[in-house]
């Protein structure tokens, strides 16, 4: 692949055929033509959208005066919003809007809610009155909170027509039904992760130092320009993509699975097994060449089969064999759909268990941070900048798998594709969670004890000592999440690309959710005792985030687990041959792109 995504062109030489973009006439809609405009609006878009999550921590703590609790509890819902409206943008985008309108409609809400944001900092009636460092501050009112939660609400509506749908949106710029255009879309989860995290790195050292050191208004009005742009870019490129249209929502078609399967529930397989139905009529949307290649029917999940039984011709089939009503009897092809969503809980599941440690970060590891001394000389360091971190060990590692790791191993092995398998970047994901919390709680420990010897608020421990566990957390996203993420997508046919994005950034949410429970059940569980409470407050010398952080850890080792003795062997494509080895599974790209199967 070329090292410019942006720069891609139809020039591609052969001998890096690859990773390269496919050799397209410049009159041929799709390829990395396309995909180009494309990540330029995702790099845009997350530039906006992490320039505010990259501060927010900071934003609420020293603007609306919300202590620690507070600060998790607004963050994490707002970001489990943010990962939970992907599911309705989804939905409105199989079934009316079309990936291409939804992901426009999405940007236009995320810049209305960045302006917004950007207003509660330019007006100071909408803030309460500044507090640096006090334990007695006025909280702010309801007005205030209104103001907030709008902006906050418009930014998570955006999320849920931009996340669902930008993954999806690319993979359908490649001809997935070739080997060449598999192999491009297998490089293009990781430099999907790669473009706009390289994007982010360079912005938002300008944009958190201007929030942080000059102006809150201005740091605000930067993102909320560069989705401006992102739009602008969006629309410019319209004339490459390939757009396909709303072919209908398949949660509807899983809800009637479910309701026929009930209505069917007292059914037995042994006295009528002949009664199954394996008659899937034609699709009457799009021509032939468009229609995916039917799932075949499997053994797992067989309880859901009952959803296809015919109990009585005449009355549920009408004159060409079909469904007279799909509440009570449903296709095999979408009985297949739905055992291949529920197939890939388990490991969704295992991802929720990393999502959870990287959320530590956004939220306790930028208060540790506002809590050391980030003095360089005369230079003060913004506590976001930690963020800066992840995202570049996140970067380098990507860029070393894909251009030195995959040559050097392809040239050892002599064969084409020495990827590590999704069980290897899953573990590693997991291993590295546990490392990162491990790494926070002992840094947390000396932090504050320096800052109660030297009874200040900021401990003179330097904010460099807070580098590993960012580092770390950064190393789970680019082993745990990219891993589950291209599970998610290739594992599911073309047409449930955009419930994999859904799913995907669902578990973000369920992460989040559950980060705002555990925190309030360990707050109120450990400030009924004497001893210093684990969580509460602006100031973290006053409780024992340290030992929160081991509770991170143990949860994640548990999820370790978890993961090696139970959910592995859904990694495997649904073919009978389940196996947990190590390395066993095959590329998931060869078994399920495209509506595939072995």
């Given at each position: 692949m070329s090292e410019e995504i942006s720069t891609?062109?139809?020039?591609?030489?052969?001998?890096?055929?690859?990773?390269?973009?496919?050799?397209?006439p410049e009159s041929t809609a799709g390829g990395w033509r396309s995909v180009k405009y494309i990540l330029g609006n995702e790099s845009f878009e997350k530039l906006a959208s992490m320039g505010l999550i990259g501060n927010l921590t900071l934003y609420l703590q020293s603007k609306y005066n919300m202590d620690g609790v507070l600060v998790v509890n607004v963050f994490s819902v707002w970001s489990g919003s943010s990962n939970l409206t992907p599911l309705l943008g989804a939905f409105l985008s199989d079934a009316y809007l079309g990936r291409f309108k939804t992901l426009l409609y999405g940007s236009?809400?995320?810049?209305?809610?960045?302006?917004?944001?950007?207003?509660?900092?330019?007006a100071p009636k909408l803030r309460p009155p500044n507090c640096p460092e006090g334990s007695d501050c006025q909280p702010p009112n309801g007005t205030q909170l209104t103001a907030l939660y709008i902006g906050l609400a418009l930014l998570a509506i955006g999320a849920g027509g931009i996340r669902p749908c930008n993954i999806a949106f690319g993979a359908d710029q490649f001809d997935t039904r070739t080997e060449k255009g598999r192999a491009l879309?297998?490089?293009f989860f990781n430099w999907w992760y790669f473009s706009f995290t390289v994007a982010l790195v360079v912005a938002l050292t300008v944009v958190v130092y201007v929030q942080t050191n000059i102006?809150?208004?201005?740091?605000?009005?930067?993102?909320?320009?560069?989705?401006?742009?992102?739009?602008?870019?969006?629309?410019v490129g319209k004339h490459t993509y390939i757009i396909k249209k709303p072919q209908g929502s398949i949660f509807v078609d899983m809800a009637k699975v479910v309701v026929a399967c009930c209505r069917k529930w007292n059914v037995s397989f042994d006295t009528a097994p002949e009664l199954l139905s394996l008659h899937d009529p034609p699709s009457t949307i799009g021509t032939e060449e468009d229609q995916e290649p039917k799932l075949p029917h499997t053994?797992?999940?067989?309880?859901?089969?009952k959803a296809a039984m015919v109990i009585d011709k005449s009355t549920e089939l009408d004159e060409f064999g079909r469904s007279v009503n799909q509440w009570r009897l449903c296709s095999v092809q979408q009985v297949e759909q739905l055992k291949l969503l529920v197939g890939v809980v388990p490991v969704w599941f295992t991802g929720i268990g990393c999502f959870i440690s990287m959320d530590q970060m956004s939220t306790l590891g930028i208060m540790q941070a506002i809590q050391c001394d980030h003095r360089v000389?005369?230079?003060?360091?913004?506590?976001?900048?930690?963020?800066?971190?992840?995202m570049i060990c996140l970067s380098i590692w990507i860029f070393i798998y894909e251009r030195i790791y995959l040559p050097i191993a392809k040239r050892k092995s002599k064969k084409e594709d020495k990827r590590m398998t999704m069980r290897q970047r899953i573990n590693t994901g997991i291993v590295m969670a546990i490392l990162c919390m491990v790494v926070a709680?002992?840094?947390e420990k000396k932090r504050r004890s320096l800052a109660l010897k030297h009874a200040s608020f900021v401990s003179p421990l330097s904010i460099f000592v807070l580098l590993p566990q960012f580092a770390l957390s950064g190393l789970t996203e680019a082993f745990g999440a990219i891993a589950v993420m291209e599970f998610l997508t290739t594992h599911l046919p073309e047409s449930m690309r955009t419930i994999a994005g859904a799913v995907f950034f669902l578990s973000l949410s369920v992460a989040s959710y559950l980060n705002t429970v555990l925190v309030n059940l360990i707050h109120h569980v450990t400030s009924g005792y004497g001893h210093r409470p684990w969580l509460g407050g602006r100031d973290l010398n006053q409780v024992t985030i340290?030992?929160?952080?081991l509770l991170i850890a143990g949860l994640a080792v548990v999820n370790l687990f978890y993961f090696n003795f139970f959910s592995c062997r859904y990694l495997k494509s649904p073919d009978g041959k389940v196996s947990c080895a190590l390395g066993d599974e095959e590329d998931g790209l060869t078994r399920r792109l495209g509506g595939e199967s072995t």
């Open positions: 891609t062109d139809a020039s591609t030489t052969e001998d890096n055929s690859a990773l390269a973009p496919p050799s397209r236009i809400a995320s810049f209305l809610g960045m302006a917004t944001m950007t207003l509660t900092a330019w879309l297998a490089s102006s809150w208004v201005i740091g605000f009005a930067i993102p909320t320009v560069c989705l401006f742009l992102s739009i602008s870019l969006f629309l053994e797992r999940f067989k309880i859901l089969d000389g005369n230079f003060e360091i913004p506590p976001a900048w930690m963020g800066l971190s992840s709680a002992t840094v340290d030992n929160y952080y």
